[in-house]
């Protein structure tokens, strides 16, 4: 979805403990307080690793810096870690603070997470210390998770034109886009657009979805010098990587999507004249998004429930003259008529990803702002991992709005692979449109994902919610009340 500078405020978006959390006490020795005091838990775990989460307090006099060290003890491995630098050696773990919370007054707590590998009973750490100063801790056994309703998402892969798990199974993509990082951290507002605490992503998932989209935004991502540093590089890193931790903890699959990137273009339907990442382009740059998804495919490579979207809504085919020009700059980039920049094409993309090692499910939107599917196949790009699918993009305002465009260039592809709408949605307020979408999705076995789960209007884009614990508008209450109907 195209859409202009928000003015909503950030509500926050900080870490914090998941539903259904399992917390080891602290314990301190008779009579006297501790030198500090941390609380492990694990917030979520499935067969081969887990999120944990350390809550420091210190109990002695302020320090400017901090240091925790922790063992693991039965064979973890971590993988990544966030509200910290988090490294490990052996089993000792080592998180160090940073830039933004090294200060801690007496009394004072911080909070960081991560995520970790591990095989047998998952034994929690005994013994802790902060700057090199024993804690007193005690710990517990550590209890299977107590949800019985709760999944893992599946790590999906291609099988002709279906999406299946690892056990073959088929699945469905259904669920919304959770936009505001693509947009708020370009404009110096934060990182997300309200909350992306552990409450509003369980409201997601009490409408029954088991997928959110995740806009990003290349230059943020890379902590580009034009960026905020609160909310460039490592901190918008490990912001997202923090609500794909949230979104899977519910047991959704996270969608990481490139919404926003750098290039100047002013020619036909131009979002900006800015070369900077602060609007739609009509197509990835050279310069720098083949770098993106080479840091977001090595962040995610070892965890296949995630999902790469390579590029929101490609435009090639209103900067040049011919279509056949617009499908040959979509797969093979380089100089494109009409576009100022150089443009990495989706094969580019495609090999960015591929050359991390990632395995991970790849999805590729066509032309026309992902509307139009027409040649996807025959400009198709090559995938040595056989796990590409295809997305689409419709509102009921688009060129390919009905169902005999939709029979017409939809059915040849999802014939062919697995066929996702990555945003659907209407400027009417109302759900009939979608609905129509929805049942031509649902009669072919597809995916879709409502556009937008943010509290906006119907003057700045269709808006699912009006609230961030899941009220929904009269939009969102078709999508609601279906995904509650297919799901139970």
């Given at each position: 979805?195209?859409?202009?500078?928000?003015s909503?405020?950030?509500?926050?978006?900080?870490?914090?403990?998941?539903?259904?959390?399992?917390t080891?006490?602290v314990?301190?020795?008779?009579?006297?307080?501790?030198?500090?005091?941390?609380?492990y838990?694990?917030?979520?775990?499935?067969?081969?690793?887990f999120?944990?989460?350390?809550?420091?307090?210190?109990n002695?006099?302020?320090?400017?810096s901090?240091?925790?060290?922790?063992?693991?003890?039965?064979?973890q491995?971590?993988t990544?870690?966030?509200?910290a630098?988090?490294?490990?050696?052996?089993?000792?773990?080592t998180?160090?603070?940073?830039?933004?919370?090294?200060?801690l007054?007496?009394?004072?707590?911080v909070?960081a997470?991560?995520?970790?590998?591990?095989?047998?009973?998952?034994?929690?750490?005994?013994?802790?210390?902060?700057?090199?100063?024993?804690?007193?801790?005690?710990?517990?056994p550590?209890?299977?998770?107590?949800?019985?309703?709760?999944?893992?998402?599946?790590a999906?892969?291609?099988?002709?034109?279906?999406?299946?798990?690892?056990?073959?199974?088929?699945?469905?993509l259904?669920?919304?886009?959770?936009?505001?990082?693509?947009?708020m951290?370009?404009q110096?507002?934060?990182?997300?657009?309200?909350?992306?605490d552990?409450?509003?992503?369980?409201?997601?998932?009490d409408?029954?979805?088991?997928?959110?989209?995740?806009p990003?935004?290349?230059?943020?991502?890379?902590?580009?010098?034009?960026?905020?540093?609160?909310?460039?590089?490592t901190?918008?890193?490990?912001?997202?990587?923090d609500?794909?931790?949230?979104v899977?903890?519910?047991g959704?699959?996270?969608?990481?999507?490139?919404?926003?990137t750098?290039?100047?273009?002013?020619?036909?339907?131009?979002?900006?004249?800015?070369?900077h990442?602060?609007?739609?382009?009509?197509?990835?740059?050279?310069?720098?998004?083949?770098?993106?998804?080479a840091?977001v495919a090595?962040?995610?490579?070892n965890?296949?429930t995630?999902?790469?979207d390579?590029?929101?809504?490609?435009y090639?085919?209103?900067?040049?003259?011919?279509?056949?020009?617009?499908?040959q700059?979509?797969?093979?980039?380089?100089?494109?008529?009409g576009i100022?920049y150089?443009?990495?094409?989706?094969?580019?993309?495609?090999?960015?990803?591929?050359?991390?090692?990632?395995?991970n499910?790849?999805?590729?939107?066509?032309i026309?702002?992902?509307?139009d599917?027409s040649?996807?196949?025959?400009?198709?790009?090559?995938?040595?991992?056989?796990?590409?699918?295809?997305?689409?993009h419709?509102?009921?305002f688009?060129?390919?709005?009905?169902?005999g465009?939709w029979n017409?260039?939809?059915?040849?592809?999802?014939?062919?692979v697995?066929?996702?709408?990555?945003e659907i949605g209407e400027?009417?307020?109302a759900?009939?449109?979608?609905?129509?979408?929805?049942?031509?999705?649902?009669?072919?076995?597809?995916s879709?994902?409502?556009?937008?789960?943010?509290?906006?209007?119907?003057?700045t884009?269709?808006s699912?919610?009006?609230?961030?614990?899941?009220?929904?508008?009269?939009f969102?209450?078709?999508?609601?009340?279906h995904?509650?109907?297919?799901?139970g």
């Open positions: 979805m195209r859409h202009p500078p928000r909503v405020l950030l509500a926050g978006a900080g870490a914090v403990a998941l539903l259904g959390s399992v080891v006490p314990v301190t020795a008779s009579g006297a307080a501790p030198a500090c005091s941390v609380e838990s694990v917030t979520s775990q499935w067969d081969s690793g999120q944990g989460a350390v809550k420091i307090t210190n002695t006099a302020a320090v400017s901090w240091t925790l060290t922790f063992d693991f003890a039965g064979g491995k971590l990544q870690g966030w509200n630098k988090w490294s490990q050696s052996g089993t000792t773990v998180a160090v603070n940073e830039s933004y919370n090294g200060s007054a007496t009394g004072a707590s909070s997470g991560f995520i970790a590998s591990r095989s047998g009973n998952n034994a929690v750490p005994t013994s802790f210390k902060l700057n090199g100063t024993a804690c007193n801790t005690a710990t517990e550590t209890p299977e998770p107590t949800d019985p309703a709760q999944e893992t998402p599946p999906l892969r291609v099988s002709g034109n279906k999406l299946v798990d690892s056990g073959g199974a088929t699945r469905r259904l669920g919304v886009n959770r936009s505001g990082g693509e947009f951290c370009v110096g507002r934060g990182i997300f657009d309200g909350p992306v552990d409450a509003s992503v369980k409201a997601i998932a409408w029954k979805a088991n997928t959110v989209r995740i990003l935004n290349e230059e943020c991502w890379l902590g580009l010098s034009n960026i905020n540093p609160a909310y460039a590089g901190n918008y890193i490990n912001a997202v990587k609500l794909v931790a949230k899977k903890a519910h959704m699959t996270p969608v990481v999507e490139l919404h926003w750098y290039g100047q273009y002013t020619g036909n339907s131009a979002g900006c004249s800015d070369v990442a602060s609007c739609q382009k009509p197509m990835p740059d050279m310069q720098y998004t083949p770098s993106f998804w840091s090595n962040t995610f490579k965890d296949r995630v999902v790469f390579l590029f929101n809504e490609p090639p085919d209103r900067a040049t003259s011919t279509t056949t020009q617009a499908w700059c979509w797969r093979d980039g380089g100089t494109c008529p100022g150089e443009v990495a094409g989706m094969q580019d993309l495609v090999d960015s990803v591929r050359g991390t090692g990632a395995t499910l790849i999805l590729a939107g066509g026309a702002y992902s509307n599917l040649q996807w196949l025959t400009y198709k790009p090559t995938d040595p991992a056989g796990n590409l699918a295809a997305a689409w419709v509102y009921n688009n060129t390919c709005a009905d169902e465009c017409s260039t939809l059915a040849p592809v999802a014939a062919q697995p066929l996702m709408a990555g400027n009417t307020c759900h009939g449109f979608i609905d129509r979408v929805m049942k031509w999705f649902d009669d072919r076995g597809l879709y994902l409502g556009w937008t789960w943010n509290t906006w209007d119907c003057s884009g269709p699912l919610i009006s609230s961030y614990d899941g009220t929904p508008t009269a969102g209450t078709g999508l609601r009340d995904l509650r109907a297919l799901n």
